[in-house]
């Protein structure tokens, strides 16, 4: 089972860019879909991207589309989320997932592992 970094988080003004980044450890990295959800306060976990196994497949939230970019590395076990032209209501825990299932890919429930979240703060 992979483990899951997050980083690259942080404060940012509205209309602003971040890119974070998910490090994995293990040699099985390949074999997971990888997606990024996020949480705000008194919200439930929400999709914000996913890619499939090689990267060449990637699905976004309504919220998102345009505006984000998911990219994986299976080299580098690496995912990122580019974020741009970045609004307040995009403040959260960002959360990297990784899932070996079958399931949506949109559905938080079948993600095997989860990393410790970053925050992402966008002020007005």
């Known amino acids: 089972q992979v483990q899951l970094v997050e980083s690259g988080g942080g404060l940012v003004q509205a209309g602003g860019s971040l890119r974070l980044s998910c490090a994995a450890s293990?040699?099985?990295?390949?074999?997971?879909?990888m997606s990024w959800f996020r949480q705000a306060p008194g919200k439930e976990r929400e999709f914000v991207g996913g890619?499939?196994?090689?990267?060449?497949?990637?699905y976004y939230a309504d919220s998102v589309k345009g505006r984000f970019t998911v990219s994986r590395d299976n080299a580098k076990n690496m995912v990122y989320l580019q974020m741009n032209s970045l609004k307040p209501e995009d403040t959260a825990v960002y959360y990297c997932?990784?899932?070996?299932?079958?399931?949506?890919?949109?559905?938080?429930?079948?993600?095997?592992?989860w990393g410790q979240g970053t925050q992402v703060t966008v002020s007005s």
């Open positions: 997932g990784a899932t070996s299932g079958w399931g949506h890919i949109m559905n938080s429930q079948g993600y095997d592992t």
């Open positions: 293990g040699r099985t990295f390949s074999r997971y879909r």
């Open positions: 890619t499939d196994w090689s990267g060449g497949n990637k």
